[in-house]
């Protein structure tokens, strides 16, 4: 488990399973934040299934961040609480957001599946393999 805090509050990302598939490993994490009831689950395709910055960020982006569409029925945003609780943090949610892509560049890239190599290859982009 990883915490990251934003004002009176902590958000919490556990690891909970890795499903291996035919693309690659499949990593399942749960998120909570401290004070609601509301969790959600976040599935990220990559080898790794350590709770780094990577992981931190898209949980933050997706679920205290975007309000989409269908987000008051399910995941974090569908308590009410802390919805009003994010929209009074959001600034803060946004720096939070900002320092956690800065680590996350910092961290060592990303082994690279071979279907991740073949979609690269078919959108020209292969060049990006030289960095993984």
Known sequence: MHEVFVGDRSVAVTHIKTEPTEY???QRYRANVSGFDAST???ILR???AV???VLAVVVDSELLLGYKGSEES???RDPALRAWRDEHRNEIKELLQQLHCEADALPPEPVTEAERMLLR???MDGDLDDA
């Open 47 to 49: 080898a790794d299934s």
């Open 52 to 54: 780094d910055a990577r």
């Open 122 to 124: 078919a959108f020209d």
């Open 24 to 26: 690659g490993d499949i």
């Open 75 to 77: 995941g974090l945003l």
């Open 41 to 43: 689950r976040i599935a």
